[in-house]
């Protein structure tokens, strides 16, 4: 990295002081013409992650598409909570069709597009890791492989908070669901199972793979902005806590997530064409259990007695991300 | 222009004159020869801005056409068997979501055991997933009936499948009189989506439906499904008064005139049927044949006028509810009912078996002498039945049937196919 990134730690509370930055710089959501694509009065949770990514997300990418957007979502909370009939949170032209299609259903509208000779309007779809890692995970694929003109978001509350939190292929280790119950010899999700979508994703090639989480808005706006300003198939993986499924106090859910990034257990990085080209560097590391103990789903490894091997083993997955994706200088290769 | 082709050529040379503008599809036998057809016209830039995708999979394609769709384009791709299932989950979805999406079933058995053959137990299985399903008889028949399809799903805002048997049309060579593009255009106008994804008119698409509004919705939708029947009908007559042929409609008697028997069948056994009623007719039988061209939506009404002054009634049909009999039987016996006129159930042609004459002509023969149990399979090999069920009260066993069925075949010498 070539310049300094501007921080938000000045007033010590993580405020993101949107008056410290130059006009062009602030964020999408300070602006007066922000879209408010999905409007207020939706139905999520109070805390939620999603709720709060796919909000700035969305208006990131119409200030980049210059409101010329079109928005495809796969089943999950965030349909459910934004389109009950007959009412509807987004503003912009959106469509669900089935859980495991919004990547073909994007390719479809971006087909369509090229088909009519229109490139004025871009494409997004959007999904929680249910649709993305698991059962949309061919379309996805298939999507990533033609490199068809979609820039696709996941929302990642690693399991299906819809269905009532069952595991899914990006729930973490030890984590309790209600498929992965916090009972027997070994408590939780096993170890060693699960699936990376991002490095998934770069392994096809694609022009721009990005990691984001709502710790950061700022950066996930501005990963947004850069992915729009591309072309062909794009993925953007995004940390969103879920109080619910995870049992955080909903007025946590930024700290949650920042935890998570500060730990090292949820690295962000951009990569294009396969290579991580950029990563956001750890300010001041924190170790797993800060960001553990926020969530009652790795209660059992604190009571009714501290499991030692389990925070060990959950710290290992933290220090490798961190020495692989170089997230503190010192151990930058 | 007449021309000798395969059956899967004319349908994609009638796709190309309807202005396709999205095209996806997965590679399935026996729909390959189309879809390549296509693949290839799109790339030597035959078909204008069309988009040819090569999708990871049935659900994909069909994924891909409803976005493509929803955003205004004409949409078309064609599959069979397998992977009519594998997209089924799309199938209700492009139907509820009112997508005029036209798709090609190169009908064919549904395994296991596999079996690439024709059947009609695809298209069955999803006979009321929404779609318009058209059954076509003959190569220039399936040609008319998509670019009859494409004007009837635009105007309906509906799905349309054009069923046609895998391999006994698709691979046949068969003169077929193709339309030129002016006539096509002239009787297809440009495709005009009454609501679209567009950015000047942003709109929720897809919207979560409760109990409050579903039966609503539902009931709206078999009002269009009936409506359907007065526009299947009218764009035959319209398709028939601008090219000059008859093709699809609702259905076609054949020497119905006094007959006391009518068969009633789908699709390209109705050649062998009409040949079967030529020879009893000269035997001095009564019979006659009703085929149906549009099975969803179901036109009891003019099905039961055209069987009413019968005495019995055949259904020779290419699937099986297993555990039931008949599917179309069943639906024939709604259409009948109230008027004591006996359906009899005879299911043939399963996996590509074929179906002679000679045959069709003693299961007319049997029925009228009562002496066919109820469903007939039409040239069961009783012989391998009966010892497999024999070896069963023998020894309990469980798994897949197949391999003793063919083991006892092959022990007979007797052809499979």
């Not at chain 2, 996806?24 to 879809?35: D, E, K, L, M, R």
């Not at chain 2, 090609?104 to 690439?116: C, E, F, H, S, Y």
């Not at chain 2, 799905?159 to 006994?168: L, R």
């Not at chain 2, 039931?324 to 359906?343: E, K, Q, T």
Request: net charge negative; hydrophobic share 40%; charged share 20%.
């Amino acid at each position: 990295m070539t310049t300094q990134r501007i921080k938000f730690y000045q007033t010590g509370t993580y405020t993101a002081g949107n008056r410290l930055l130059d006009e062009e710089a602030r964020t999408v959501q300070s602006r007066m013409d922000r879209t408010n694509s999905l409007n207020s009065g939706h139905r999520a949770c109070q805390g939620c992650g999603e709720a709060l990514g796919a909000r700035y997300a969305i208006d990131a990418a119409m200030r980049t598409s210059k409101n010329r957007l079109i928005a495809i979502n796969a089943t999950g909370c965030l349909e459910v909570f934004s389109s009950p009939y007959p009412e509807s949170a987004w503003q912009i032209p959106w469509m669900h069709s089935l859980f495991g299609n919004a990547p073909a259903v994007a390719s479809g509208v971006a087909a369509a597009l090229r088909a009519k000779g229109r490139d004025d309007v871009k494409v997004v779809a959007q999904g929680g890791d249910g649709a993305t890692v698991d059962i949309g995970f061919g379309c996805l694929s298939g999507m990533f492989e033609r490199n068809d003109d979609v820039l696709y978001l996941c929302y990642d509350n690693e399991a299906y908070m819809n269905t009532g939190v069952q595991r899914s292929g990006s729930t973490p280790p030890f984590a309790r669901t209600n498929t992965t119950q916090a009972v027997g010899e070994a408590p939780g999700n096993l170890v060693g199972t699960g699936k990376n979508v991002p490095l998934i994703a770069m392994a096809h090639g694609i022009p721009y793979v990005a990691t984001a989480s709502v710790a950061d808005l700022h950066d996930l706006e501005a990963k947004v902005t850069t992915a729009m300003s591309m072309n062909g198939a794009r993925y953007i993986h995004i940390h969103v806590p879920c109080p619910l499924g995870w049992g955080s106090d909903p007025a946590h859910t930024i700290k949650v997530a920042r935890m998570a990034v500060e730990s090292g257990l949820f690295p962000l990085f951009e990569a294009r064409a396969g290579s991580v080209v950029d990563r956001m560097k750890i300010r001041r590391k924190v170790s797993v259990e800060r960001y553990l103990e926020l969530q009652s789903r790795f209660n059992h490894l604190f009571k009714p007695c501290r499991n030692d091997a389990a925070i060990a083993a959950i710290q290992a997955i933290a220090d490798e991300n961190i020495a692989t994706y170089g997230l503190i200088d010192s151990t930058r290769p | 222009m007449r021309a000798q082709l395969e059956g899967s050529q004319a349908v994609a040379e009638a796709i190309v004159l309807c202005r396709p503008e999205v095209i996806a599809a997965y590679p399935i036998s026996p729909q390959t020869h189309i879809v390549e057809r296509l693949s290839r016209m799109v790339k030597q830039g035959d078909v204008g801005r069309c988009q040819y995708l090569n999708v990871e999979s049935e659900f994909g394609a069909l994924s891909v056409l409803i976005g493509a769709s929803a955003a205004g384009a004409r949409t078309y791709t064609a599959t069979t068997s397998q992977g009519l299932l594998f997209m089924a989950e799309a199938v209700y979805n492009a139907a509820g979501l009112g997508l005029p999406i036209v798709m090609t079933i190169a009908n064919r058995a549904v395994g296991a055991p596999i079996n690439i053959w024709n059947d009609h137990s695809d298209s069955m299985a999803l006979r009321d997933a929404g779609w318009i399903q058209l059954y076509a008889e003959t190569n220039q028949e399936a040609a008319d009936l998509h670019i009859q399809a494409f004007r009837l799903a635009e105007e309906l805002s509906c799905p349309v499948m054009v069923c046609m048997d895998g391999y006994i049309l698709t691979h046949a060579y068969e003169p077929v009189d193709l339309p030129d593009q002016a006539s096509v255009d002239a009787f297809l106008p440009a495709f005009s989506p009454v609501q679209l994804l567009d950015p000047s008119e942003p709109i929720s698409i897809g919207a979560m439906v409760g109990p409050e509004a579903f039966t609503e919705v539902k009931y709206l939708a078999h009002q269009q499904h009936l409506r359907a029947l007065t526009l299947v009908q009218d764009i035959s007559d319209s398709f028939e008064r601008q090219f000059h042929r008859q093709s699809g409609g609702l259905c076609t008697g054949y020497r119905m005139t006094d007959a006391d028997t009518i068969v009633i069948a789908l699709g390209s056994v109705i050649g062998t049927i009409q040949e079967a009623v030529d020879g009893l007719r000269n035997e001095g039988i009564a019979v006659g044949c009703l085929k149906i061209s549009c099975y969803r939506p179901f036109p009891s009404q003019q099905i039961r006028a055209a069987l009413e002054s019968s005495s019995r009634v055949i259904v020779v049909e290419k699937d099986l509810a297993v555990g039931m009999g008949g599917i179309v039987s069943a639906d024939v016996r709604m259409a009948l009912n109230g008027l004591h006129i006996p359906v009899h159930t005879v299911i043939a042609g399963l996996g590509g078996r074929s179906i002679s004459t000679e045959s069709l002509k003693q299961m007319v023969r049997d029925v009228r002498a009562e002496r066919l149990s109820e469903p007939h399979f039409l040239d069961l090999n009783l012989r391998v039945v009966d010892e497999e069920l024999a070896r069963r009260r023998e020894q309990r066993r469980a798994g897949p049937l197949a391999e003793q069925v063919i083991r006892a075949v092959n022990a007979i010498g007797t052809k499979v196919v």
